[in-house]
């Protein structure tokens, strides 16, 4: 069986804004992004970004309000069926009381 890695789109963010682009070489069909929350959350929202060309994002969906303790476990997961080469994890709210780092899946 073969090894899937993870591609890290956030790591221990705070501000608003983009994570890192991950390109997938060609378009896939379900692009999966785990959201994994650090503190006590008091506020924030991460959205998962797709995009054809890697230029004009399109926000999929989104955690809605971050809030409270997640033990150190995989908060939310958002999931994007479509076809799309690129994704990345996008803070549009600022993160409070804590960070939120972000990983993308793809098959």
């Given at each position: 069986m073969a090894t899937v890695d993870k591609f890290i789109t956030l790591d221990a963010a705070t501000a608003i804004g983009p994570g890192a682009t991950a390109d997938f070489g060609s378009a896939q069909t379900h692009i999966t992004l785990h959201v994994v929350p650090a503190g006590v959350l008091a506020g924030g929202v991460v959205s998962l970004?797709?995009?054809m060309d890697g230029t004009t994002w399109v926000a999929y969906s989104n955690t809605g309000v971050l809030t409270g303790s997640f033990g150190g476990s995989i908060g939310?997961?958002?999931?994007a069926a479509g076809s799309f080469r690129y994704a990345r994890a996008n803070v549009d709210v600022t993160i409070i009381g804590g960070t939120v780092s972000a990983w993308l899946m793809a098959s």
């Amino acid at each position: 069986m073969a090894t899937v890695d993870k591609f890290i789109t956030l790591d221990a963010a705070t501000a608003i804004g983009p994570g890192a682009t991950a390109d997938f070489g060609s378009a896939q069909t379900h692009i999966t992004l785990h959201v994994v929350p650090a503190g006590v959350l008091a506020g924030g929202v991460v959205s998962l970004q797709v995009s054809m060309d890697g230029t004009t994002w399109v926000a999929y969906s989104n955690t809605g309000v971050l809030t409270g303790s997640f033990g150190g476990s995989i908060g939310p997961a958002l999931e994007a069926a479509g076809s799309f080469r690129y994704a990345r994890a996008n803070v549009d709210v600022t993160i409070i009381g804590g960070t939120v780092s972000a990983w993308l899946m793809a098959s």
